[in-house]
T-cell receptor, first 111, second 112 residues
Framework: EDQVTQSPEALRLQEGESSSLNCSYTVSGLRGLFWYRQDPGKGPEFLFTLYSAGEEKEKERLKATLTKKESFLHITAPKPEDSATYLCAVQATGNTGKLIFGQGTTLQVKP | DTAVSQTPKYLVTQMGNDKSIKCEQNLGHDTMYWYKQDSKKFLKIMFSYNNKELIINETVPNRFSPKSPDKAHLNLHINSLELGDSAVYFC???????????FGSGTRLTVV
């Protein structure tokens, strides 16, 4: 069964304190791995798609990496505005477009 | 200029009632989805339509019925609402089935 597990469930950082969020997955065949950011009361906002092991993508203070079993979202020198829930999802090979989500990591960055 | 818009944003209703949630996207995308987010923020797919054709129908009670009058609209009708239906329902769209989604802002349904 395709599955996504994120850790930690919650993370508190001081402003400027870099860290990483983990997304472990099992999928029959990976078509893509997606990262989203969700603010309270809003819908998830697309950040990155990674397609193959070794691929990396960056956006401002965020960098996503992918291996055959997991993905990391590295946050460098975070700011309070980076506080949000970060969701990881996988899409299996096939043609349905279905995303299987993890439970998310809630990040709080204190000034 | 909202890309994916859902109405209503909040819905409070009694058990046994029937309600609908509407979704519209102005991105020209071909595929639309309904996801349910439970109290632990876990998102799970319910339905997907590609150009008005149903392509995903997960294990969802048949009290839930999606309808897509055209590729820009996907509505969700729920009959005989139950307490366990309380959740946030998100509509999303993508250009193609393998692309990242654009989500709406969600509809918080509370059944009392």
């Amino acid at each position: 069964e395709d599955q996504v597990t994120q850790s930690p469930e919650a993370l508190r950082l001081q402003e400027g304190e870099s860290s990483s969020l983990n997304c472990s997955y099992t999928v029959s065949g990976l078509r893509g791995l997606f990262w989203y950011r969700q603010d309270p009361g809003k819908g998830p906002e697309f950040l990155f798609t990674l397609y193959s092991a070794g691929e990396e993508k960056e956006k401002e203070r965020l960098k996503a990496t992918l291996t055959k079993k997991e993905s990391f979202l590295h946050i460098t020198a975070p700011k309070p505005e980076d506080s949000a829930t970060y969701l990881c999802a996988v899409q299996a090979t096939g043609n349905t477009g279905k995303l299987i989500f993890g439970q998310g990591t809630t990040l709080q960055v204190k000034p | 200029d909202t890309a994916v818009s859902q109405t209503p944003k909040y819905l409070v209703t009694q058990m046994g009632n029937d309600k609908s949630i509407k979704c519209e996207q102005n991105l020209g995308h071909d595929t639309m989805y309904w996801y349910k987010q439970d109290s632990k923020k876990f998102l799970k797919i319910m339905f997907s339509y590609n150009n008005k054709e149903l392509i995903i129908n997960e294990t969802v009670p048949n009290r839930f019925s999606p309808k897509s009058p055209d590729k820009a609209h996907l509505n969700l009708h729920i009959n005989s609402l139950e307490l366990g239906d309380s959740a946030v329902y998100f509509c999303a769209s993508s250009q193609r089935r393998g692309d990242g989604y654009t989500f709406g802002s969600g509809t918080r349904l509370t059944v009392v």
